[in-house]
């Protein structure tokens, strides 16, 4: 099976989006003292965003580090600012893929890693030096990790894995019932490590016997991402003006349509939902254009944090 990134034409015309060893390599500068408040910067090359760590702290992984939102102010990582790929936040922190810094003795790429304090350091877990992952997800509580493997490497072949041992040891998922010609993102549940989900330009997918069995969940019109909470699905889907954030429950599969920001459309898509694990009324989206909007209301109302890139 062939993976294609999606792609938005300049026309805007058939929309759809994808997201652009156990050694330990350690800083020994403390991860709160690393962190300095940023203010005029314009931020580019998100990369992926989510709730790391289980303390209401709000990440962005980015072309040149790590991106922290938190109590109404913004933080830049000062040292290990490593162009992280595939980012998934995670109860005890994050893992994630990508390339090492300039000037960095890592191997380039990284593989897959996994820190537990917000960046200061990290977990080499597997290829490291191998693959840079693009679709990768992982179970908030249950640590389960899922991935599309592009490229066959010493390790796995080509397509959907999963790992219940942090990259220790790799299944193969077969993928059956999935229709596509291209994906946007991949995102399992917060709990249920049986339970993965995947945006494509013909809808949203969802397996819930670790990607053996694929049923469509959505209408059959593009879905640029998606994230799970723990009764229900959180995703864009693409439909010209009628293009809308969806809530859909998992058992009855219903689905509302949450109010977004005007600036949030066919035009400017979502590319990456994170929805906070100790607030879900919370969600943060970000934008193709590289705008991010907050609710703490279940959509209700929307404070713009960034525009263009550049925070506010």
Not at 121 to 127: G, P, Q
Not at 133 to 154: D, K
Not at 158 to 171: A, H, I, P, R, V
Not at 279 to 306: C, H, P
Request: charged residues 20%.
């Amino acid at each position: 099976m062939k993976f294609k990134k999606g792609i938005i034409s300049l026309l805007f015309i058939s929309i759809f989006l994808t997201a652009c060893t156990e050694e330990e390599t350690k800083n020994a500068t403390n991860s709160s003292d690393i962190f300095k408040e940023i203010k005029d910067v314009k931020i580019e090359h998100i990369h992926g965003m989510g709730y790391a760590g289980n303390n209401n702290n709000l990440y962005l992984a980015t072309h040149d580090g790590l991106v922290r939102f938190s109590n109404n102010k913004w933080y830049k990582i000062s040292e290990n600012n490593h162009d992280y790929m595939g980012f998934q936040a995670i109860d005890e922190g994050f893992y994630s893929s990508g390339h090492p810094e300039k000037g960095s003795n890592l191997k380039n790429p990284l593989g897959l890693i996994k820190s537990t304090d917000a960046g200061s350091s990290f977990k080499k877990l597997a290829f490291y030096g191998e693959i840079d992952i693009h679709y990768l997800a992982a179970g908030y509580s249950s640590h389960t990790i899922y991935v599309i493997n592009e490229m066959q490497n010493s390790e796995i072949g080509t397509g959907l894995y999963y790992s219940e041992d942090e990259g220790k040891n790799w299944t193969k998922s077969h993928m059956q019932g999935v229709s596509f010609n291209s994906i946007g993102n991949i995102a399992t549940h917060p709990t249920k490590s049986n339970m993965i989900g995947i945006s494509t330009d013909n809808g949203l997918f969802i397996s819930d016997d670790y990607g053996g069995q694929f049923n469509v969940f959505s209408k059959s019109t593009p879905v640029t991402t998606l994230q799970f909470q723990e009764n229900s699905i959180l995703y864009f889907s693409l439909n010209g003006n009628n293009s809308a954030l969806i809530k859909q429950e998992l058992t009855t599969q219903e689905e509302v349509n949450l109010p977004i920001p005007a600036k949030v459309n066919q035009e400017n898509p979502v590319m990456f939902i994170a929805s906070n694990p100790k607030n879900r009324n919370e969600i943060t989206l970000v934008t193709f254009k590289s705008d991010i909007y907050q609710t703490k209301d279940n959509g209700t109302t929307w404070q713009a944090l960034m525009t263009h890139g550049e925070i506010k």
